[in-house]
């Protein structure tokens, strides 16, 4: 049922993740705008207009994509992300398990504590052994070709990343992960701690019998978790699409993060947040409620 989510959400989601990795790339094209000031020299004196650079919004690079490359560049990446998509959560929700058996017996059972550990854990798991896939996949969102060019594959973007970098080519992008580890305990704990809650008011209502309404209980409070996790460490997104870029001047988090700073200002730490969210918010929700509703099915 996992598989079957995922593997749909993945399809659906798609153009919306295209749009997002495009956004949060150097190479997107900025448009130049002009914002009038006052000048505070004199009363009556003209007012100053100072040119600035603002990026494109989600509607206006949807366009730019149907009209400069056709409908199937919307979904790039699509082979990776469907190969990818199953194993990560599979990874992840066992490792999630095992660090929760695993920490509830060390500190307090079910405590916040024990969600930071356990997220982390799975997490740093999961980064680490699907990052060489995920790389791919944001290669080739990024491959910008004309209507009608013939695109890079998986397989032949694998092999270009492999004869250009090497085998530590494939880990690019991966502090980047590491850091955005903070986005799936910030999710979880939230989560978790409103999931008590729904559990405690059912529990006060009525018998221990979980209903329809339980689970969309359960949906609403992974969206609004997800929400709150992904405009807090949404940054780390876009360090690493910039650090998995090809031929680059990001080579390390850090760097990375101070070049965006200084070139572009903080805003662009958040280009292509709105993408994110319609795309994250609904997946996790219908994840997150599969999940427990599977749990609650076995046992």
């Not at 280009?271 to 969210?277: F, K, M």
Request: aromatic share 10%; net charge positive; with cysteine.
């Amino acid at each position: 049922m996992l598989r079957c989510g995922g593997t749909v959400g993945a399809i659906v989601t798609c153009p919306l993740e295209v749009i997002k990795t495009r956004l949060q790339s150097s190479g997107l094209t900025l448009r130049p705008v002009y914002i009038p000031q006052v000048n505070l020299n004199t009363i009556n004196g003209p007012g100053v207009v100072r040119p600035a650079r603002v990026a494109p919004g989600l509607l206006q690079v949807l366009k730019s994509i149907l009209e400069k490359e056709g409908p199937r560049s919307l979904f790039r990446g699509l082979g990776p992300n469907l190969i990818g998509v199953a194993p990560s959560r599979a990874i992840y929700f066992a490792a999630y398990s095992k660090a929760k058996e695993k920490c509830n017996a060390i500190f307090v059972p079910h405590s916040n504590v024990v969600n930071m550990c356990s997220a982390g854990f799975a997490s740093f798991i999961t980064n680490t052994l699907m990052n060489p896939i995920w790389l791919v996949k944001t290669r080739m969102q990024l491959e910008s070709r004309k209507r009608g060019e013939k695109a890079t594959n998986a397989f032949q973007c694998a092999k270009n990343v492999y004869q250009t970098e090497g085998f530590k080519g494939f880990y690019r992008g991966l502090t980047a992960s590491y850091a955005g580890i903070s986005e799936t305990v910030i999710h979880f704990v939230i989560y978790e701690a409103l999931k008590k809650h729904l559990e405690e008011w059912r529990f006060a209502v009525r018998e221990n019998n979980k209903s329809a309404s339980d689970f969309l209980g359960l949906m609403m409070a992974a969206g609004f978790s997800k929400t709150c996790a992904s405009c807090t460490a949404y940054p780390h997104e876009v360090i690493r699409t910039r650090l998995r870029e090809e031929g680059t001047k990001y080579k390390s988090f850090l760097q990375t993060a101070r070049l965006v700073a200084i070139e572009e200002g903080y805003s662009a730490f958040y280009r292509g947040l709105q993408a994110q969210l319609i795309r994250q918010i609904p997946n996790t929700a219908i994840m997150m409620t599969t999940y427990e509703l599977i749990i609650h099915v076995l046992g």
